[in-house]
């Protein structure tokens, strides 16, 4: 099972920036794989934030509530994927999960890490 490691959470004031990190290990990575990130806010229900291919084509979506403002993308060689999040706001605060699956079913969860923007 793949098992993932998120960092770069913290504590930023409205407008400003954050980048987290996630990156995958053990298990098996194939074609049709892809990581991606959700959110979860106290007392809500999780959300997809952004997802993108593991390999090949990029296969980026995004959720409603971050387009324009939150970017996901990969480092192959680092084994890395990134979600740079720009204009953060306080209703972005929440905490923030790495995962990893397919396009529509996700099989491995990070532990998350928090994400607070203060007004």
């Known amino acids: 099972q793949v098992q993932l490691a998120e960092s770069g959470g913290g504590m930023v004031q409205a407008g400003g920036s954050l980048r987290l990190s996630c990156v995958p290990s053990?298990?098996?990575?194939?074609?049709?794989?892809?990581l991606g990130w959700f959110r979860q806010a106290p007392g809500k229900e999780r959300e997809f934030v952004a997802r993108?291919?593991?390999?090949?084509?990029?296969?980026?979506a995004y959720g409603d509530s971050v387009k324009g403002r939150f970017t996901i993308s990969r480092d192959n060689a680092k084994k890395t994927v990134y979600l740079q999040m720009n204009s953060l706001n306080p209703e972005d605060t929440a905490v923030y999960y790495c995962?990893?699956?397919?396009?529509?079913?996700?099989?491995?969860w990070g532990r998350g890490t928090q994400v607070t923007v203060s007004s």
């Open positions: 993108i291919r593991w390999t090949g084509g990029n296969g980026i």
């Open positions: 053990g298990g098996t990575i194939t074609l049709w794989s892809f």
């Open positions: 995962a990893f699956g397919t396009a529509t079913s996700w099989d491995s």
